[in-house]
């Protein structure tokens, strides 16, 4: 059972081009959730969603960002225009249905902004 | 507004020795907490978890304490390992809300 998969584990844009962070989650689990980890800080969280629903995005930055999780295919976190500040890691945890507590998490992307 | 601190950015262990990683919260409401080690260039690997109902969860190695009261948790890793050494996150979540609120994280060394 293959764990959560980010790609790509590195990439680099310029300043105002547009990042596409791709998630697929473990086998079974529907719950979807991004983090991002800024150098020197926790994981803060960005967005939580189920298959075509964003369930909450409280922490997902009001301009430039969006996530989705299509009814198929990985859930993608798409940065427009992005800018220095943007670099970070940015990771995503997926759970089963149902209350598991635990949230496995992939290896994350390192996305770095020139 | 930091709702779960990690005041201690690092710590330094000797093999063989326990390590003990401390987390405080701020919001009661939290229903469990969760620890996580990462390491480098890796995502954070699910350690042990407590429910708000429990005083104490134990795992081999691992065993978490959650004093409710003083809204503290602590992990203690005996006897520590060089493999151990890491960061350590400890996160507190709700069932209400599905989302994990995350430390800032401790990163362990354990040295020979």
């Known amino acids: 059972n293959a764990g959560v998969m980010q790609n790509p584990r590195h990439l680099v844009r310029r300043r105002g081009q547009e990042a596409r962070l791709r998630c697929s989650p473990m086998?079974?689990?529907?719950?979807v959730y991004w983090y991002r980890q800024l150098p020197e800080e926790g994981l803060k969280f960005m967005v939580y969603?189920?298959?075509?629903?964003?369930?909450?995005e409280s922490g997902m930055p009001k301009e430039r960002f969006s996530a989705e999780f299509p009814k198929e295919g990985p859930s993608i976190l798409r940065i427009q225009q992005v800018v220095r500040g943007d670099s970070a890691a940015y990771f995503c945890?997926?759970?089963?249905?149902?209350?598991?507590?635990?949230?496995?998490f992939g290896q994350g992307t390192r996305l770095t902004v020139v | 507004d930091q709702q779960v601190k990690q005041n201690s950015p690092s710590l330094s262990v000797q093999e063989g020795r326990i390590s003990i990683l401390n987390c405080d919260y701020t919001?009661?409401?939290?229903?469990?907490f969760l620890w996580y080690k990462k390491y480098p260039a890796e995502g954070p690997t699910f350690l042990i978890s407590?429910?708000?109902?429990?005083d104490k969860n134990e795992d081999g190695r691992f065993t978490v304490f959650l004093n409710k009261s003083a809204k503290h948790l602590s992990l203690h890793i005996v006897p520590s390992q060089p493999g151990d050494s890491a960061v350590y996150f400890c996160?507190?979540?709700?069932?209400?809300?599905?989302?994990?609120?995350f430390g800032t994280g401790t990163r362990l060394q354990v040295f020979p």
């Open positions: 945890a997926s759970s089963p249905p149902g209350g598991s507590v635990e949230a496995f």
């Open positions: 086998k079974g689990h529907s719950h």
């Open positions: 969603l189920q298959k075509e629903n964003i369930i909450d």
């Open positions: 919001n009661s409401m939290f229903d469990y």
């Open positions: 407590i429910s708000s109902i429990k």
């Open positions: 996160a507190a979540g709700a069932y209400n809300t599905d989302k994990l609120i």
